[in-house]
Structures are given as C-alpha cells and as structure tokens.
C-alpha cells in the first residue's frame, strides 16, 4: 500500500514551499511538450500536484490541468494562487485513485512526488486515465553540484535530518523499467542555482519534509550548522543552492 502517511507529510511545510522551493526550467518544459505533442487546450493531468509549482508552468502554457492533490493545505495554496486560470481544476484525489475520466489527459505530470506513490497502482491509474498514446514526464529539482557549499550543506542533512526511505528523490533505472514496461528517456540537465539569504536558506531547509521542526531535540543544531555554513561560504550575504533537474519520459 501506498505511504498514508505521505499524503500528509507537508502539511506543516506549505508556507516555506510556496515561498522557497524553486520553479523548473524552461528547457525541460520545453521537453515536456515537444514529447506530449501538446498543444493550445491539450489536457494534462498534474498528479502530486502539492502547492502547484509544476502546474502554473503547464497553466501558462495554455493546456487545461488537473491539478490532482490529496493533502488539503498543499492543494488550497494552488487554489489561491492558480484560480484565476481558466484551464485549471484542482482535484482532491491521490495518484492511485484520481478520479478523472478514462482516457481524460494528453499527458501525466509528476513533479517532486513520484517516489511517494505506490506506483503499481499508479501506474494502472495512468493507463486508465491516458488517451492512446499519451505519456507520462516525471521531474525532480535534485540537489547538485559539487561546491563546498553544498557538500557541507548535505552532510548537515544527513547528520541533523531524520530520514524516510522516500524522501531521497532518487527513482534508479530498475524502478523506470518496471513502471514504464518499456523505452524511456532519463536526462539531467545541467547544474543551476538559488540565491538564498540565511532566511531563505533556512526557509528552503523547512520546506523539506525530514527537517526537524522546532521543539524538536535536532531543530536548533540543524539552524546552527546551516548559520555556520552560511557564515562560511556566503558572498555578499548570500549563498548559491545548486540545483540539477531531472526529467524521465515514457508512455504506458
């Protein structure tokens, strides 16, 4: 069965996601559609939908998105902040049950969460809600980057941090060949970044579902090592929060 629990994990996260977690390139988009064949009006189905980082990309491309979110918090900040779109539906509904119509969407999106899901049933779900031929485009903004900075930033991670087996972001070739059931494409781009103040690396730090929050025995070391990391390495009060895309493409 699906983690019940990761449909609730960010609950308390929302405000720092909206506010640092980063958008994702053009070029990858741009991948997205040339691989969905969409165009004007295309319907796309934006599963793990969270805060609605992805689907206001989609959005402004002018494709009509589902936006498909069990967590309530997470899903009523893409309603305020994507309403005014025309194309968008929020959709209270999980990966494994999202309630579209059969043979509803171009094309399956899944931003950030597909590590979460219980992806035998997911992937029946997709094929239920695809049109023939439609595919499905996962992405993750990765930590990456090989600067001091961000070397010293992920061993503060694994030392203060708690851990969840899914919470690494990583779906390894295994994983893709069995869900996919076929070819699939596996790129990652190359390394761009966030500027943060110590705020808003503090505030990115937060949006992380592992992090410990306060009242918790690990909350201020973790502040303290990330204060002594920005001392560090910061330059004109900031520091550069490195980031690789990656995007995996194939159809059902």
């Keep these: 069965m699906a983690d019940i629990d990761s449909k609730r994990r960010f609950s308390d996260r929302v405000d720092n996601y909206v506010k640092y977690r980063p958008d994702y390139p053009a070029e990858a988009l741009d991948r ?6 969409l165009g004007p009006g295309s319907a796309v189905a934006d599963v793990g939908a969270g805060t609605g980082k992805l689907t206001r990309l989609l959005l402004e491309r002018g494709w009509r998105v589902w936006a498909v979110e069990p967590n309530a918090n997470m899903r009523a900040a893409a309603e305020q902040t994507l309403s005014g779109f025309p194309g968008f539906t929020p959709v209270a509904a999980s990966a494994e049950e999202t309630t579209l119509p059969d043979a509803s969407v171009n094309l399956v999106t899944v931003a950030q969460a597909f590590h979460w899901f219980d992806r035998a049933a997911c992937r029946a779900e997709f094929r239920r809600i695809l049109k023939p031929g439609g595919g499905v485009a996962l992405i993750w903004n ?3 980057g090989d ?3 961000m070397q010293g930033y992920t061993q503060a991670v694994r030392r203060w941090c708690g851990d969840h087996p899914a919470s690494h972001n990583r779906v390894d070739d295994d994983a893709c060949e069995a869900f996919f059931g076929g070819p699939y494409e596996k790129t990652r781009g190359p390394v761009w970044s966030q500027s943060f103040d110590f705020e808003g690396l503090w505030g990115r730090a937060l949006s992380n579902s592992t992090t410990p929050l ?3 025995p690990r909350h201020e070391p973790f502040k303290a090592a990330l204060r002594e990391l920005f001392a560090q390495y910061s330059e004109d009060g900031a520091v550069h929060y490195d980031y690789q895309t990656e995007l995996v493409l194939g159809r059902l």
């Design 32 to 37: 997205i559609a040339a691989f969905g064949g």
């Design 147 to 149: 600067s001091a900075f």
């Design 142 to 144: 990765q930590r990456g």
């Design 214 to 216: 306060p009242g918790h």
